[in-house]
């Protein structure tokens, strides 16, 4: 039983998880480049928007549904007997980590804290700046760290 249920939530995490890799991967290579090209109060007005719309029930699913099954790999695969444990659990960390922790200790303050400056202000524009150069790497280590875990658990999983 224990088996069965570490084998569903491996699988989950590592389509979750990969989920999570492509939409931080498309932030990284295309989203923000073109926020950075608009002007700071459209590029503010268009990221507000961005972390508004997020918030569905799709988004919110997939996000907190691969980090609740990571949890559950966490749990089971020491007990599960299926091989390949220490890389499933390696990729579950990795995603807990470098993508759950880092979106709400990182991403997720500077997201409200760029809802609440006024985009049309001096000091609008260069919170936006200090934004994006705060912002954009710490997704490159969602992306990053989503991407290493899917390759892990897809190790282990094929173990």
Same mark, same amino acid.
């Given at each position: 039983?224990?088996?069965?249920?570490?084998?569903? /939530? +491996?699988?989950? %995490? #590592?389509?979750?998880?990969? &989920? $999570?890799?492509?939409?931080?991967?498309? =932030?990284?290579?295309?989203?923000?480049?073109?926020?950075?090209?608009?002007?700071?109060?459209?590029?503010? /007005? +268009?990221?507000? %928007? #961005?972390?508004?719309?997020? &918030? $569905?029930?799709?988004?919110?699913?997939? =996000?907190?549904?691969?980090?609740?099954?990571?949890?559950?790999?966490?749990?089971?695969?020491?007990?599960?007997?299926?091989?390949?444990?220490?890389?499933?659990?390696?990729?579950?960390?990795?995603?807990?980590?470098?993508?759950?922790?880092?979106?709400?200790?990182?991403?997720?303050?500077?997201?409200?804290?760029?809802?609440?400056?006024?985009?049309?202000?001096?000091?609008?524009?260069?919170?936006?700046?200090?934004?994006?150069?705060?912002?954009?790497?710490?997704?490159?280590?969602?992306?990053?760290?989503?991407?290493?875990?899917?390759?892990?658990?897809?190790?282990?999983?094929?173990?």
């Amino acid at each position: 039983m224990i088996g069965k249920i570490s084998q569903l /939530a +491996t699988i989950i %995490s #590592i389509a979750g998880v990969a &989920l $999570n890799a492509g939409l931080f991967f498309a =932030f990284d290579t295309t989203v923000m480049k073109a926020l950075r090209d608009q002007p700071a109060p459209q590029g503010i /007005a +268009t990221m507000n %928007s #961005i972390n508004v719309h997020i &918030l $569905n029930p799709v988004f919110l699913l997939v =996000f907190t549904g691969s980090a609740i099954s990571c949890v559950a790999v966490l749990v089971t695969a020491p007990f599960d007997g299926l091989g390949g444990t220490a890389w499933r659990v390696a990729g579950a960390i990795v995603f807990l980590i470098g993508t759950s922790v880092v979106t709400g200790a990182v991403n997720v303050p500077m997201n409200n804290a760029l809802a609440a400056v006024d985009a049309a202000s001096a000091e609008g524009a260069a919170y936006w700046q200090t934004y994006l150069s705060r912002w954009v790497p710490w997704n490159h280590v969602r992306t990053v760290s989503s991407l290493a875990a899917v390759i892990l658990m897809a190790l282990g999983f094929r173990r």
